[in-house]
Protein backbone atom coordinates (compact mmCIF):
# COMPACT_ATOMS: atom_id res chain seq x y z
CA UNK A 1 0.00 0.00 0.00
CA UNK A 2 2.38 2.34 -0.67
CA UNK A 3 2.31 5.83 -1.05
CA UNK A 4 -1.43 5.97 -0.12
CA UNK A 5 -0.62 6.25 3.53
CA UNK A 6 -1.77 9.27 5.93
CA UNK A 7 0.93 12.04 6.74
CA UNK A 8 -0.55 11.91 10.21
CA UNK A 9 -0.57 8.79 11.17
CA UNK A 10 -0.09 9.06 14.51
CA UNK A 11 -2.35 12.26 15.34
CA UNK A 12 -5.55 11.37 16.80
CA UNK A 13 -8.30 11.13 13.97
CA UNK A 14 -12.19 12.00 14.00
CA UNK A 15 -14.14 10.05 11.52
CA UNK A 16 -14.09 11.63 8.09
CA UNK A 17 -18.27 12.39 7.89
CA UNK A 18 -17.78 14.54 4.68
CA UNK A 19 -16.02 12.10 2.61
CA UNK A 20 -18.19 9.14 4.08
CA UNK A 21 -21.38 11.19 2.92
CA UNK A 22 -19.92 11.53 -0.65
CA UNK A 23 -19.00 7.79 -0.30
CA UNK A 24 -22.68 6.50 1.00
CA UNK A 25 -24.35 8.35 -1.77
CA UNK A 26 -21.91 7.63 -4.70
CA UNK A 27 -23.44 3.83 -4.37
CA UNK A 28 -19.64 2.54 -4.48
CA UNK A 29 -18.41 -0.40 -1.88
CA UNK A 30 -15.26 -0.04 -0.72
CA UNK A 31 -13.44 -2.10 -2.89
CA UNK A 32 -14.50 -0.36 -5.91
CA UNK A 33 -13.57 2.76 -4.78
CA UNK A 34 -9.84 1.36 -4.12
CA UNK A 35 -10.22 -0.13 -7.83
CA UNK A 36 -11.19 3.12 -9.43
CA UNK A 37 -8.25 4.54 -7.62
CA UNK A 38 -5.82 2.16 -8.75
CA UNK A 39 -6.80 2.45 -12.05
CA UNK A 40 -6.60 6.00 -12.00
CA UNK A 41 -3.55 6.01 -10.32
CA UNK A 42 -2.06 3.73 -12.79
CA UNK A 43 -2.87 5.74 -15.67
CA UNK A 44 -1.18 8.93 -13.82
CA UNK A 45 1.96 6.81 -13.91
CA UNK A 46 1.33 6.26 -9.95
CA UNK A 47 2.38 3.07 -9.72
CA UNK A 48 3.52 2.96 -6.34
CA UNK A 49 -0.22 3.24 -5.35
CA UNK A 50 -2.41 0.07 -4.51
CA UNK A 51 -4.89 1.15 -2.23
CA UNK A 52 -7.34 -1.53 -0.84
CA UNK A 53 -10.69 -1.58 1.54
CA UNK A 54 -8.76 -1.33 4.66
CA UNK A 55 -7.04 1.34 3.15
CA UNK A 56 -10.57 3.09 2.22
CA UNK A 57 -11.82 2.27 5.86
CA UNK A 58 -9.09 4.44 7.23
CA UNK A 59 -9.86 7.13 4.70
CA UNK A 60 -13.20 7.36 5.78
CA UNK A 61 -12.29 6.96 9.95
CA UNK A 62 -9.96 10.28 9.32
CA UNK A 63 -6.82 9.38 7.73
CA UNK A 64 -5.64 11.75 5.29
CA UNK A 65 -4.35 10.08 2.40
CA UNK A 66 -1.06 12.10 0.82
CA UNK A 67 -0.93 13.06 -2.67
CA UNK A 68 -2.11 12.34 -5.21
CA UNK A 69 -4.62 10.68 -3.49
CA UNK A 70 -6.96 13.53 -2.60
CA UNK A 71 -6.98 15.04 -6.01
CA UNK A 72 -7.98 11.21 -7.75
CA UNK A 73 -11.02 10.93 -4.96
CA UNK A 74 -11.73 14.81 -6.49
CA UNK A 75 -11.62 13.36 -9.83
CA UNK A 76 -14.04 10.45 -9.04
CA UNK A 77 -16.59 12.21 -7.07
CA UNK A 78 -16.83 15.02 -9.27
CA UNK A 79 -17.24 12.73 -12.44
CA UNK A 80 -19.39 10.81 -10.86
CA UNK A 81 -22.26 13.21 -9.24
CA UNK A 82 -21.36 15.68 -12.23
CA UNK A 83 -20.41 18.75 -10.64
CA UNK A 84 -17.22 19.87 -9.14
CA UNK A 85 -16.43 18.27 -5.84
CA UNK A 86 -13.27 19.92 -4.33
CA UNK A 87 -10.82 18.20 -1.91
CA UNK A 88 -12.30 20.52 0.19
CA UNK A 89 -15.65 19.24 -0.10
CA UNK A 90 -14.68 15.47 0.93
CA UNK A 91 -12.79 16.96 4.54
CA UNK A 92 -9.24 16.38 2.71
CA UNK A 93 -6.87 18.92 3.47
CA UNK A 94 -5.78 21.05 0.59
CA UNK A 95 -2.80 20.71 -1.01
CA UNK A 96 -0.95 24.18 -2.08
CA UNK A 97 -1.37 25.10 -5.49
CA UNK A 98 0.93 27.11 -7.75
CA UNK A 99 -0.83 29.51 -9.96
CA UNK A 100 0.63 27.00 -12.75
CA UNK A 101 -1.29 23.56 -11.43
CA UNK A 102 -4.33 25.86 -10.88
CA UNK A 103 -5.00 25.96 -14.60
CA UNK A 104 -6.55 29.42 -14.68
CA UNK A 105 -4.54 32.00 -12.73
CA UNK A 106 -1.84 32.75 -16.19
CA UNK A 107 -0.35 35.97 -16.81
CA UNK A 108 -1.50 37.79 -19.37
CA UNK A 109 1.33 38.62 -21.75
CA UNK A 110 1.80 36.52 -25.47
CA UNK A 111 5.02 35.03 -24.86
CA UNK A 112 3.88 33.31 -22.10
CA UNK A 113 0.42 32.48 -23.87
CA UNK A 114 2.16 31.13 -26.63
CA UNK A 115 4.62 28.97 -24.41
CA UNK A 116 1.64 27.72 -22.09
CA UNK A 117 0.05 26.95 -25.18
CA UNK A 118 2.81 24.88 -26.91
CA UNK A 119 3.38 23.07 -23.73
CA UNK A 120 -0.50 21.91 -22.55
CA UNK A 121 -0.84 20.91 -26.27
CA UNK A 122 2.20 19.03 -27.10
CA UNK A 123 1.46 17.25 -23.29
CA UNK A 124 -2.13 16.18 -24.65
CA UNK A 125 -0.94 14.60 -27.79
CA UNK A 126 2.15 12.94 -26.50
CA UNK A 127 -0.23 11.23 -23.83
CA UNK A 128 -3.54 11.54 -25.56
CA UNK A 129 -5.64 9.50 -22.54
CA UNK A 130 -8.39 10.20 -20.33
CA UNK A 131 -6.68 12.20 -17.37
CA UNK A 132 -3.56 12.64 -18.69
CA UNK A 133 -2.80 15.55 -16.39
CA UNK A 134 -4.58 14.62 -13.73
CA UNK A 135 -1.93 14.79 -10.91
CA UNK A 136 -1.57 18.21 -12.01
CA UNK A 137 -4.47 19.49 -13.82
CA UNK A 138 -7.39 20.17 -11.50
CA UNK A 139 -11.26 22.31 -11.66
CA UNK A 140 -11.35 26.04 -10.74
CA UNK A 141 -14.70 27.58 -9.50
CA UNK A 142 -15.68 30.17 -7.26
CA UNK A 143 -13.27 33.13 -6.98
CA UNK A 144 -10.49 30.85 -7.90
CA UNK A 145 -11.68 30.58 -10.94
CA UNK A 146 -13.98 34.12 -11.46
CA UNK A 147 -11.14 36.83 -10.63
CA UNK A 148 -8.24 35.37 -12.88
CA UNK A 149 -11.29 35.94 -15.41
CA UNK A 150 -11.91 39.42 -14.50
CA UNK A 151 -8.37 40.21 -15.79
CA UNK A 152 -9.57 39.71 -19.33
CA UNK A 153 -10.93 43.36 -19.43
CA UNK A 154 -8.07 44.85 -17.91
CA UNK A 155 -5.54 46.95 -20.59
CA UNK A 156 -2.61 45.27 -21.41
CA UNK A 157 0.57 47.21 -20.45
CA UNK A 158 2.19 48.29 -24.14
CA UNK A 159 5.66 47.29 -23.53
CA UNK A 160 7.63 46.80 -26.47
CA UNK A 161 7.31 42.62 -27.81
CA UNK A 162 10.64 41.15 -27.50
CA UNK A 163 11.89 39.32 -30.44
CA UNK A 164 12.84 36.11 -29.77
CA UNK A 165 16.37 34.84 -31.36
CA UNK A 166 16.25 33.09 -34.18
CA UNK A 167 17.12 29.70 -34.54
CA UNK A 168 18.89 27.95 -37.54
CA UNK A 169 15.73 25.10 -37.68
CA UNK A 170 12.93 27.76 -38.03
CA UNK A 171 10.95 28.06 -41.21
CA UNK A 172 10.97 30.74 -42.86
CA UNK A 173 9.66 34.47 -40.87
CA UNK A 174 6.54 35.41 -43.28
CA UNK A 175 3.51 34.24 -43.61
CA UNK A 176 1.42 34.52 -47.07
CA UNK A 177 -2.35 35.46 -46.87
CA UNK A 178 -2.82 32.35 -48.37
CA UNK A 179 -1.37 30.50 -45.98
CA UNK A 180 -3.23 32.55 -42.75
CA UNK A 181 -6.26 32.15 -44.88
CA UNK A 182 -5.46 28.63 -45.20
CA UNK A 183 -5.00 28.83 -41.51
CA UNK A 184 -8.58 30.17 -41.04
CA UNK A 185 -10.04 27.66 -43.70
CA UNK A 186 -8.58 24.71 -41.69
CA UNK A 187 -10.67 26.04 -38.56
CA UNK A 188 -13.82 26.11 -39.97
CA UNK A 189 -13.47 23.01 -41.51
CA UNK A 190 -12.68 21.89 -37.74
CA UNK A 191 -15.92 23.32 -36.63
CA UNK A 192 -18.08 21.45 -38.98
CA UNK A 193 -16.24 18.28 -37.93
CA UNK A 194 -17.70 19.08 -34.30
CA UNK A 195 -21.19 19.69 -35.08
CA UNK A 196 -21.54 16.91 -37.46
CA UNK A 197 -19.61 13.99 -35.58
CA UNK A 198 -19.07 14.78 -32.00
CA UNK A 199 -15.94 15.74 -29.90
CA UNK A 200 -14.66 12.12 -30.14
CA UNK A 201 -13.64 11.93 -33.88
CA UNK A 202 -11.49 14.96 -34.35
CA UNK A 203 -9.94 16.13 -31.32
CA UNK A 204 -6.54 15.03 -31.59
CA UNK A 205 -6.27 16.88 -35.08
CA UNK A 206 -7.57 20.01 -33.15
CA UNK A 207 -5.19 19.81 -30.53
CA UNK A 208 -2.09 19.36 -32.98
CA UNK A 209 -3.49 22.33 -35.87
CA UNK A 210 -3.26 24.15 -32.84
CA UNK A 211 0.26 23.21 -31.59
CA UNK A 212 1.41 23.99 -35.21
CA UNK A 213 0.25 27.60 -34.44
CA UNK A 214 1.78 28.05 -31.20
CA UNK A 215 5.26 27.58 -33.36
CA UNK A 216 4.30 29.74 -36.39
CA UNK A 217 3.63 32.07 -33.07
CA UNK A 218 7.42 31.59 -31.54
CA UNK A 219 8.49 32.96 -34.78
CA UNK A 220 9.54 36.61 -36.08
CA UNK A 221 5.90 37.60 -37.67
CA UNK A 222 4.68 40.80 -38.37
CA UNK A 223 2.16 42.48 -35.55
CA UNK A 224 -0.41 42.06 -38.13
CA UNK A 225 0.26 38.38 -38.71
CA UNK A 226 0.89 37.65 -35.15
CA UNK A 227 -2.82 39.32 -34.33
CA UNK A 228 -4.35 36.96 -36.71
CA UNK A 229 -2.33 34.37 -35.56
CA UNK A 230 -3.65 34.67 -32.27
CA UNK A 231 -6.85 34.99 -33.51
CA UNK A 232 -6.71 31.27 -35.21
CA UNK A 233 -5.27 29.69 -31.80
CA UNK A 234 -8.03 31.46 -29.79
CA UNK A 235 -10.39 29.55 -31.80
CA UNK A 236 -8.60 26.56 -31.99
CA UNK A 237 -8.05 25.90 -28.24
CA UNK A 238 -11.89 27.25 -27.39
CA UNK A 239 -12.78 24.16 -30.44
CA UNK A 240 -10.11 21.91 -28.09
CA UNK A 241 -11.90 23.19 -24.85
CA UNK A 242 -15.35 22.59 -26.40
CA UNK A 243 -14.16 18.69 -28.06
CA UNK A 244 -12.72 18.01 -24.60
CA UNK A 245 -16.08 19.09 -22.84
CA UNK A 246 -17.85 16.83 -25.25
CA UNK A 247 -16.11 13.99 -24.11
CA UNK A 248 -15.73 14.15 -20.28
CA UNK A 249 -12.49 15.91 -20.14
CA UNK A 250 -13.42 18.63 -17.85
CA UNK A 251 -10.08 19.37 -16.26
CA UNK A 252 -8.69 19.22 -19.59
CA UNK A 253 -10.89 21.37 -21.11
CA UNK A 254 -11.18 24.67 -18.97
CA UNK A 255 -7.59 24.84 -19.37
CA UNK A 256 -7.95 25.10 -23.22
CA UNK A 257 -10.45 27.90 -22.53
CA UNK A 258 -8.29 29.83 -20.40
CA UNK A 259 -5.45 29.64 -22.71
CA UNK A 260 -8.33 30.53 -25.80
CA UNK A 261 -9.55 33.25 -23.71
CA UNK A 262 -5.92 34.48 -23.30
CA UNK A 263 -5.09 34.25 -27.26
CA UNK A 264 -8.43 36.34 -27.61
CA UNK A 265 -7.17 39.11 -25.65
CA UNK A 266 -3.95 39.32 -27.39
CA UNK A 267 -5.62 39.02 -30.56
CA UNK A 268 -7.64 42.30 -29.53
CA UNK A 269 -11.20 40.09 -30.71
CA UNK A 270 -13.50 40.74 -27.41
CA UNK A 271 -16.64 38.90 -29.27
CA UNK A 272 -14.21 35.75 -29.39
CA UNK A 273 -13.35 36.52 -26.14
CA UNK A 274 -17.13 36.75 -24.81
CA UNK A 275 -17.77 33.28 -27.25
CA UNK A 276 -15.24 31.58 -25.18
CA UNK A 277 -16.56 32.92 -22.15
CA UNK A 278 -19.81 31.79 -23.08
CA UNK A 279 -18.67 28.03 -23.34
CA UNK A 280 -17.08 28.52 -20.03
CA UNK A 281 -20.04 29.25 -18.54
CA UNK A 282 -21.49 26.32 -20.12
CA UNK A 283 -19.50 23.97 -18.66
CA UNK A 284 -20.17 25.48 -15.32
CA UNK A 285 -23.82 24.71 -15.57
CA UNK A 286 -22.98 21.67 -16.96
CA UNK A 287 -21.08 20.93 -13.67
CA UNK A 288 -23.73 22.27 -11.08
CA UNK A 289 -22.46 25.80 -10.46
CA UNK A 290 -24.71 28.09 -12.20
CA UNK A 291 -23.70 31.03 -10.23
CA UNK A 292 -20.56 30.70 -11.51
CA UNK A 293 -21.95 30.22 -15.12
CA UNK A 294 -23.84 33.26 -14.77
CA UNK A 295 -20.66 35.51 -13.32
CA UNK A 296 -18.98 34.19 -16.25
CA UNK A 297 -21.81 35.34 -18.73
CA UNK A 298 -22.10 38.99 -17.10
CA UNK A 299 -18.46 39.27 -17.41
CA UNK A 300 -18.97 38.26 -21.34
CA UNK A 301 -21.78 40.16 -21.68
CA UNK A 302 -20.02 43.74 -20.49
CA UNK A 303 -16.98 42.83 -22.24
CA UNK A 304 -18.32 42.85 -26.03
CA UNK A 305 -21.86 45.02 -25.42
CA UNK A 306 -20.16 47.87 -27.99
CA UNK A 307 -18.55 45.05 -30.11
CA UNK A 308 -20.63 41.60 -30.68
CA UNK A 309 -23.18 41.39 -33.12
CA UNK A 310 -26.44 41.18 -32.69
CA UNK A 311 -26.63 36.84 -32.61
CA UNK A 312 -23.58 36.27 -30.37
CA UNK A 313 -25.53 38.91 -27.71
CA UNK A 314 -28.81 36.47 -28.32
CA UNK A 315 -26.31 33.35 -27.20
CA UNK A 316 -24.82 35.30 -24.33
CA UNK A 317 -28.38 36.57 -23.12
CA UNK A 318 -29.36 32.60 -24.14
CA UNK A 319 -26.89 31.58 -21.67
CA UNK A 320 -28.00 34.36 -19.11
CA UNK A 321 -31.28 32.28 -18.92
CA UNK A 322 -29.88 29.40 -18.28
CA UNK A 323 -28.32 29.95 -15.75
CA UNK A 324 -31.05 31.93 -13.87
CA UNK A 325 -32.91 28.76 -14.37
CA UNK A 326 -30.38 26.95 -12.78
CA UNK A 327 -30.85 29.03 -10.09
CA UNK A 328 -34.01 28.91 -9.83
CA UNK A 329 -34.98 32.84 -10.70
CA UNK A 330 -37.96 32.37 -13.01
CA UNK A 331 -38.46 35.90 -13.68
CA UNK A 332 -34.76 36.93 -14.48
CA UNK A 333 -34.60 33.78 -16.64
CA UNK A 334 -38.04 34.72 -19.01
CA UNK A 335 -36.49 38.50 -18.83
CA UNK A 336 -33.17 36.72 -20.70
CA UNK A 337 -35.37 34.23 -22.88
CA UNK A 338 -36.99 37.45 -24.52
CA UNK A 339 -34.11 39.59 -24.72
CA UNK A 340 -32.73 36.53 -26.16
CA UNK A 341 -35.58 36.45 -28.81
CA UNK A 342 -35.64 40.35 -29.53
CA UNK A 343 -31.76 40.62 -30.45
CA UNK A 344 -32.01 37.38 -32.29
CA UNK A 345 -34.47 39.06 -34.43
CA UNK A 346 -32.06 41.71 -35.46
CA UNK A 347 -29.50 39.47 -36.90
CA UNK A 348 -31.46 38.93 -39.65
CA UNK A 349 -30.69 43.01 -40.61
CA UNK A 350 -27.36 43.42 -39.23
CA UNK A 351 -25.12 44.48 -42.46
CA UNK A 352 -22.11 43.35 -41.40
CA UNK A 353 -20.45 39.59 -41.80
CA UNK A 354 -20.40 37.48 -38.90
CA UNK A 355 -17.64 35.14 -37.81
CA UNK A 356 -18.08 31.79 -38.54
CA UNK A 357 -18.02 30.58 -34.47
CA UNK A 358 -21.13 32.03 -33.91
CA UNK A 359 -22.71 30.76 -37.08
CA UNK A 360 -23.75 28.29 -34.51
CA UNK A 361 -26.17 29.97 -32.89
CA UNK A 362 -29.40 29.46 -35.51
CA UNK A 363 -33.13 29.79 -35.09
CA UNK A 364 -32.67 26.01 -33.82
CA UNK A 365 -30.48 26.52 -31.83
CA UNK A 366 -31.69 29.91 -29.97
CA UNK A 367 -35.28 27.68 -29.67
CA UNK A 368 -33.26 25.11 -28.14
CA UNK A 369 -32.04 26.78 -25.46
CA UNK A 370 -34.78 28.50 -24.33
CA UNK A 371 -36.33 25.62 -24.41
CA UNK A 372 -34.08 23.83 -21.26
CA UNK A 373 -34.19 26.77 -19.68
CA UNK A 374 -38.23 26.18 -19.67
CA UNK A 375 -37.46 22.63 -18.82
CA UNK A 376 -34.69 23.53 -16.23
CA UNK A 377 -36.92 25.83 -14.46
CA UNK A 378 -39.36 23.17 -14.19
CA UNK A 379 -37.24 20.44 -12.85
CA UNK A 380 -36.01 23.32 -10.45
CA UNK A 381 -39.91 24.29 -9.40
CA UNK A 382 -40.46 20.17 -8.35
CA UNK A 383 -41.50 19.12 -11.68
CA UNK A 384 -43.81 21.82 -12.33
CA UNK A 385 -46.18 21.25 -15.06
CA UNK A 386 -46.92 25.10 -15.96
CA UNK A 387 -42.77 25.58 -17.07
CA UNK A 388 -42.91 22.14 -18.91
CA UNK A 389 -45.78 23.04 -20.74
CA UNK A 390 -43.88 26.65 -21.67
CA UNK A 391 -41.11 23.78 -22.39
CA UNK A 392 -43.09 21.90 -24.85
CA UNK A 393 -43.53 24.13 -27.79
CA UNK A 394 -40.61 25.63 -28.31
CA UNK A 395 -38.71 22.55 -27.68
CA UNK A 396 -41.02 21.40 -30.46
CA UNK A 397 -39.71 23.64 -32.67
CA UNK A 398 -36.23 23.26 -32.05
CA UNK A 399 -36.91 19.60 -32.92
CA UNK A 400 -38.54 20.76 -35.92
CA UNK A 401 -35.55 22.69 -37.45
CA UNK A 402 -32.72 20.69 -36.27
CA UNK A 403 -34.41 17.56 -38.50
CA UNK A 404 -33.88 19.41 -41.26
CA UNK A 405 -29.98 20.20 -40.45
CA UNK A 406 -27.33 17.65 -41.36
CA UNK A 407 -24.54 19.14 -40.26
CA UNK A 408 -25.38 19.47 -36.46
CA UNK A 409 -26.65 16.41 -35.78
CA UNK A 410 -25.47 16.37 -32.43
CA UNK A 411 -27.32 19.55 -31.16
CA UNK A 412 -30.26 17.43 -33.01
CA UNK A 413 -29.60 13.94 -30.27
CA UNK A 414 -29.46 16.10 -27.52
CA UNK A 415 -32.55 18.27 -28.24
CA UNK A 416 -34.29 14.95 -29.08
CA UNK A 417 -33.53 13.75 -25.27
CA UNK A 418 -34.70 17.33 -24.15
CA UNK A 419 -38.04 16.75 -25.71
CA UNK A 420 -38.35 13.60 -23.96
CA UNK A 421 -37.76 14.61 -20.68
CA UNK A 422 -40.33 17.16 -20.96
CA UNK A 423 -42.34 14.57 -21.76
CA UNK A 424 -41.36 12.72 -19.06
CA UNK A 425 -42.13 15.95 -16.67
CA UNK A 426 -45.86 15.68 -18.32
CA UNK A 427 -46.02 12.05 -17.46
CA UNK A 428 -46.24 10.93 -20.87
CA UNK A 429 -43.56 8.61 -20.93
CA UNK A 430 -44.45 6.64 -24.05
CA UNK A 431 -43.99 9.73 -26.48
CA UNK A 432 -40.55 9.99 -24.54
CA UNK A 433 -39.50 6.90 -25.60
CA UNK A 434 -40.06 7.06 -28.93
CA UNK A 435 -37.80 10.35 -28.74
CA UNK A 436 -35.42 8.64 -26.59
CA UNK A 437 -35.28 6.07 -29.99
CA UNK A 438 -34.46 8.40 -32.02
CA UNK A 439 -31.90 10.14 -30.17
CA UNK A 440 -29.99 6.54 -29.86
CA UNK A 441 -29.80 6.08 -33.62
CA UNK A 442 -28.00 9.53 -33.81
CA UNK A 443 -25.58 8.80 -30.43
CA UNK A 444 -24.77 5.85 -32.49
CA UNK A 445 -23.42 7.85 -35.27
CA UNK A 446 -21.56 10.67 -33.14
CA UNK A 447 -18.62 10.64 -30.75
CA UNK A 448 -19.99 12.34 -27.50
CA UNK A 449 -20.01 11.83 -24.38
CA UNK A 450 -22.72 14.41 -23.37
CA UNK A 451 -25.15 13.14 -25.66
CA UNK A 452 -24.62 9.15 -24.47
CA UNK A 453 -24.79 10.29 -20.46
CA UNK A 454 -27.71 12.44 -21.00
CA UNK A 455 -29.61 9.87 -22.86
CA UNK A 456 -28.90 7.26 -19.76
CA UNK A 457 -29.90 10.22 -17.19
CA UNK A 458 -33.12 10.44 -19.43
CA UNK A 459 -33.93 6.33 -19.74
CA UNK A 460 -32.58 6.47 -15.98
CA UNK A 461 -35.00 8.70 -14.64
CA UNK A 462 -38.10 6.95 -17.08
CA UNK A 463 -37.07 3.81 -15.46
CA UNK A 464 -37.29 5.16 -12.00
CA UNK A 465 -40.77 6.52 -12.49
CA UNK A 466 -42.28 4.53 -15.03
CA UNK A 467 -40.13 1.33 -14.78
CA UNK A 468 -43.80 -0.88 -15.54
CA UNK A 469 -44.66 0.74 -19.00
CA UNK A 470 -43.61 -1.85 -21.84
CA UNK A 471 -42.21 0.92 -23.87
CA UNK A 472 -39.96 2.16 -21.21
CA UNK A 473 -38.74 -1.64 -20.47
CA UNK A 474 -38.18 -1.98 -24.38
CA UNK A 475 -35.74 0.93 -24.70
CA UNK A 476 -33.79 0.39 -21.17
CA UNK A 477 -33.31 -3.05 -23.18
CA UNK A 478 -31.86 -1.67 -26.50
CA UNK A 479 -29.85 1.11 -24.65
CA UNK A 480 -28.13 -1.80 -22.89
CA UNK A 481 -27.47 -3.70 -26.12
CA UNK A 482 -26.49 -0.74 -28.54
CA UNK A 483 -24.88 1.26 -26.16
CA UNK A 484 -23.49 -1.00 -23.23
CA UNK A 485 -21.84 1.68 -20.67
CA UNK A 486 -18.22 1.14 -20.48
CA UNK A 487 -16.31 0.53 -17.48
CA UNK A 488 -14.87 4.10 -17.06
CA UNK A 489 -17.56 6.75 -18.25
CA UNK A 490 -16.05 9.95 -19.54
Given amino acids: MGGSGGSGANAEKRPNDMLTSWFVRSGWSKGELARQVNRRARQLGAHHISTDTSRVRRWLDGENPREPIPRILSELFSERFGCVVAVEDLGLRPTHRTPASSGVDLPWTGPQTVALMSEFSRSDLMLARRGFLGASLVLSAGPALIEPMQRWLVPSPSTPQEEPEPVASRRPARLSEPELDLLESTTVMFRQWDAQCGGGLRRKAVVGQLHEVTDLLQEPQSEATAKRLFKVAGELAELAGWMSYDVGLQPTAQKYFVLALHAAKEAGEKPLGSYILSSMSRQMIHLGRPDDALELIHLAQYGSRDCAGPRTQAMLYAMEARAYASMGQPGKCKRAVRMAEDTFADAEDFGEPEPDWIRFFSEAELNGENAHSFRDLAYVAGRSPAYASLAEPVMDRAVQLFEKDQEHQRSYALNLIG ?25 KKVRSERVNTRLRKTVDTAVRDFGDVAEVVEITERLAIEMPETVEAV
Fill in 419 to 443: KATVHLLQREPEQSTVLAGQALDIA
